[in-house]
C-alpha cells in the first residue's frame, strides 16, 4: 500500500466519509429498534444492521483505494472480506443483545465489531503474490488502538442519553474507520510480485465493474438509511402515542424486573401514595403485599412465562402509608431494556369492594326483614285463636273441653314453628352414622302409607337390590322424605299414584319421587324452598326450606322439575358413602 494521506483527492475522501456516516447510522438505527420489537422483528434487525454496516464499510474501503491511487486487486479475498465484516458485524450486534446478561457487553461487542472491521482493512493485501511486505508498528499499534477504543466509544454514546445520540455515535464511527484505513495505509505497505494488469482493456472494464458494485452498495445503504430513517420516525410516533396512553391511564400499568418495579405509570404512583416514581422504582413488590399472599404470587410469576396471561385476580396492597387496597390485576410477560419483564395493569376497586359490603348487608337487613315479617304473621295467626278463647274462657261461656282442644292445637302449631326456624339455625351437633337409605324409605313409607290410602292414593316404590350407603343423621333425611311425600299427598286431591325409586349413580344415591298432582308452574317453582312460600292453605312454608338446608348440610342436592296438569317429580341426590371404605381409610 504506497500512497500518503496528501495523495487523497477531497472528492473521495468526502464520499468514503458519507459511505460509512450513512452505514454506520442505518446501523445504529438497526440495533436500536431491538428494544421495541418483543423479540418479533429481532432476526431482521440484526441481520439488517449487520449487513447493512458490512457493505457500508466494504464499499468505503474501495472508494479509499481509489482515492489513494492504490492498484485495484480484484481476487476472491473481496467477497471473503465482505462476508467476515458482516459476520463479525452480527457477532458484536447479538452481544450487545446481552443486556442484564453479560456483564461487559458493550466492551465484548465493540471489540468484536473493531476485530472484523481490523481484518477487512488488512485481509484484501493477501490475494496476490507478495514479493515485499514493510510494517510500521508504531502506526499498526496506533491504528488498531484508535480502532478499539474507538469503536467503543460510539457505542457507548449510541447508548446515552444525550441528544442526538444516534448522529453523533454514526459521525464519530463514520470519522474512526475512514482514519484507521488513512492510518493502516501508511502502517502496512505491500509490493506484489507480478504486475496485475495485462492490458488497459482490463482495467478498464474490472474499474467499470467495481464502480457498478460500489454504486449498487451505495444505493443499497441510502435507500435503508433513508427506510430506517422511515421506521423510526413511524415507531417514536407510536412510542409516543402509547406512552400518552400509558401516562394518562386511568388504572395502573407497571411493569416488573424480577420482583422489582421497573416502572409505575402517574395512576400508580397515586394508588400507592408515592411523591415520585422514585418512591417506587427499584423496591420489591412483596413489601406492599400481604405476607400471606407471597408465596402464592411467587409461583403465579414464576408460572407466568409457560401459562400465559389468565382473567383478572383480586388482590390486595398496602400503599406506602400502609393503607390497604383492593385491586384486580392482569399480569402478561413483556419486556424492558431489552429483557424479560412481567406487565402488571391494576385496578382499584376499593370502592367497589366497599358498595358490595354494603348491598350484602343491605340485603341481609331485607332477608331478615322478610323472615320476621314471615314469623311474624304465622304466629300471630295461632296468638289471636288463643287470645280469643282464653276471652271466652273468662267470659264463663260453655263447651271449654272444646276450646281446650283447639287451643292445644294452635300451641303444636306455634311449637311446630318454632322448631322448623330452629333447624335454619347454625348447625346443631349431631351424630354421623352410615345408613341405607332404602331402610330409611321403607320406614317413611309404612309411616305415610295409611294417611295416602285415606286420600285414595298409592305408593309405587322401587328400592334395588344393592345397599344405598349415605353417612348422615337418619331422622333428619327421614324428615326430608316425609316432608315431599306429604306435599305429593297433599298435591293429589283426586287420587293416584306416588311413585318412588331409589337408584346409584356414579357417586350419589338418587331418590326419585314423582306425583300425579295438578304440577307447578314456573313462578312458583322459582319460589321454591323459600320462607313461608307455600300454596297450601294452612302451610307454613318451611317443610321445604328445612329440607332443602337437610340436603345441603349432607353435600348433596335438590331438583325439581314440574308440568302442568301432569305431575311434579323432586329428585334428591346424597352423596354414596361405603361404610368400608372409611374403615380401611383409618386402619
Known amino acids: 500500500m504506497n500512497g500518503t494521506v496528501a495523495s487523497w483527492p477531497p472528492f473521495f475522501l468526502l464520499l468514503a466519509l458519507l459511505i460509512s456516516i450513512l452505514a454506520s447510522y442505518t446501523m445504529f438505527n438497526f440495533i436500536g429498534n431491538l428494544k421495541r420489537s418483543n423479540g418479533t422483528f429481532r432476526q431482521f434487525w440484526l441481520a439488517g444492521g449487520a449487513f447493512v454496516f458490512g ?21 476472491w479475498t473481496m467477497p471473503i472480506a465482505l462476508l467476515f465484516i458482516i459476520f463479525f458485524s452480527l457477532m458484536a450486534f447479538i452481544m450487545l443483545t446481552f443486556q442484564g446478561i453479560l456483564k461487559h457487553r458493550r466492551l465484548f461487542g465493540s471489540s468484536i465489531l473493531a476485530f472484523g472491521v481490523a481484518i477487512m482493512n488488512y485481509f484484501n493485501v493477501f490475494g ?3 514479493e515485499r511486505l514493510s510494517v510500521e508498528p508504531v502506526n499498526l499499534t496506533l491504528s488498531l488502538l484508535m480502532l478499539f477504543v474507538g469503536t467503543h466509544f460510539s457505542f457507548m454514546l449510541s447508548e446515552s442519553s444525550i441528544k442526538f445520540r444516534k448522529a453523533l455515535a454514526s459521525l464519530s464511527l463514520g470519522f474512526l474507520v475512514v482514519a484507521v484505513q488513512l492510518l493502516g495505509n501508511e502502517a502496512v505497505q505491500v509490493e506484489y510480485a507480478n504486475a496485475i494488469y495485462v492490458t488497459s ?29 422511515y421506521i423510526d420516525k413511524r415507531l417514536n410516533q407510536m412510542d409516543e402515542r402509547y406512552k400518552l396512553l400509558v401516562e394518562n391511564s386511568l388504572d395502573t400499568i407497571a411493569i416488573l424486573k424480577g420482583d422489582r418495579w ?9 394508588m400507592f401514595e408515592a411523591q415520585a416514581a422514585g418512591d417506587l422504582l427499584g423496591k420489591s413488590i412483596f413489601s406492599f403485599l400481604p405476607a400471606k399472599d407471597h408465596n402464592a404470587i411467587r409461583e403465579r410469576l414464576h408460572n407466568l412465562v409457560f401459562a400465559g396471561s389468565g382473567k383478572p385476580i383480586e388482590q390486595e396492597w398496602f400503599t406506602l402509608n400502609g393503607k390497604v387496597i ?3 390485576i392482569v399480569e402478561t410477560m413483556t419486556t424492558l431494556d431489552n429483557e424479560p419483564a412481567i406487565q402488571m395493569i391494576i385496578r382499584d376497586i376499593s370502592e367497589r369492594k366497599k358498595n358490595e359490603e354494603l348491598l350484602i348487608n343491605s340485603e341481609k337487613l331485607y332477608v331478615a326483614g322478610q323472615l320476621a315479617a314471615g314469623i311474624a304473621h304465622e304466629i300471630r295467626n295461632p296468638l289471636t285463636s288463643l287470645k280469643g278463647f282464653l276471652q271466652l274462657i273468662v267470659s264463663g261461656r260453655k263447651n271449654n273441653n272444646s276450646y281446650y282442644d283447639i287451643m292445644n292445637a294452635e300451641l303444636d302449631r306455634i311449637e311446630d314453628i318454632v322448631s322448623e326456624l330452629l333447624m335454619l339455625s347454625k ?39 344393592d345397599p344405598l350407603w349415605i353417612y348422615g343423621v337418619e331422622n333428619q333425611v327421614k324428615q326430608v322424605f316425609i316432608n315431599v311425600i306429604k306435599n305429593a299427598i297433599e298435591a ?10 331409589l337408584s346409584r349413580e356414579h357417586d350419589g344415591v338418587y331418590v326419585r319421587i314423582r306425583d300425579e298432582g295438578p304440577g307447578i308452574d314456573e313462578d312458583q317453582l322459582a319460589k321454591m324452598g323459600q320462607p313461608f312460600y307455600t300454596t297450601k292453605e294452612k302451610g307454613t312454608g318451611l317443610g321445604l326450606m328445612v329440607s332443602y338446608k337437610i340436603v345441603d348440610n349432607h353435600q348433596g342436592k335438590i331438583n325439581v322439575k314440574s308440568e302442568l296438569g301432569k305431575g311434579t317429580l323432586f329428585e334428591i341426590m346424597l352423596p354414596f358413602r361405603y361404610p368400608e371404605a372409611e374403615i380401611k381409610k383409618s386402619s
Do not use: C
Open 128 to 130: 496476490p503474490r507478495i
Open 427 to 465: 348447625p346443631q351437633v349431631y351424630e354421623l352414622t352410615y345408613h341405607d337409605l332404602r331402610v330409611m324409605m321403607r320406614d317413611t313409607v309404612t309411616l305415610l302409607e295409611t294417611q295416602a290410602i285415606l286420600h285414595n292414593i298409592g305408593i309405587e316404590a322401587e328400592y334395588g337390590t
Open 55 to 75: 457493505l457500508g464499510l466494504w464499499a468505503k474501503h474501495f472508494v479509499a483505494l481509489l482515492a489513494d491511487h492504490e492498484t485495484l486487486i480484484f481476487t
Open 201 to 229: 482493456d482490463k482495467l478498464s472494464q474490472d474499474i467499470n465493474l467495481l464502480a457498478l458494485s460500489l454504486g449498487f452498495g451505495a444505493l443499497l445503504i441510502l435507500v435503508s438509511t433513508l427506510m430506517t430513517w
Open 326 to 328: 383492593h385491586t384486580e
Open 492 to 501: 293429589m286431591s283426586d287420587g293416584g299414584t306416588i311413585g318412588i325409586k
Open 262 to 270: 421497573g416502572f409505575v405509570n402517574a395512576a400508580g404512583q397515586r
